[in-house]
């Protein structure tokens, strides 16, 4: 998407206030997996509707109170791990099992 500016470059108020209600209203629509494991780490991965995937940063891992921003809802530990490009309104998030 040329010209795309994700929600955390954004700084005209207006365009901030359209993305924040955009937020709102797209929040119930994300979707959770259920969590799978290897050795080490629990992992799971989350589905944005593709209207708000145009708030997501295209060249960077988010950190925690980013992609709380965003609407995403899960419990403590979790990271943001991987881009996986042919597909960016799914994110990758895993944790240590010992969390």
Not at 36 to 60: S, T
Request: with cysteine; aromatic share 10%; hydrophobic share 35%.
């Amino acid at each position: 998407m040329p010209g795309r500016t994700d929600f955390f470059s954004i700084v005209d108020p207006h365009q901030r206030d359209l993305a924040l209600q955009t937020i709102a209203k797209l929040q119930s629509k994300i979707l959770y997996s259920e969590k799978y494991y290897d050795a080490e780490n629990e992992y799971r991965h989350v589905i944005l509707p593709k209207d708000l995937v145009r708030l997501v940063p295209r060249h960077r891992l988010m950190e925690e109170a980013e992609w709380r921003q965003l609407g995403v809802q899960q419990s403590l530990g979790w990271v943001h791990y991987l881009i996986h490009r042919p597909e960016p309104h799914i994110l990758l998030y895993r944790r240590p099992k010992t969390c």
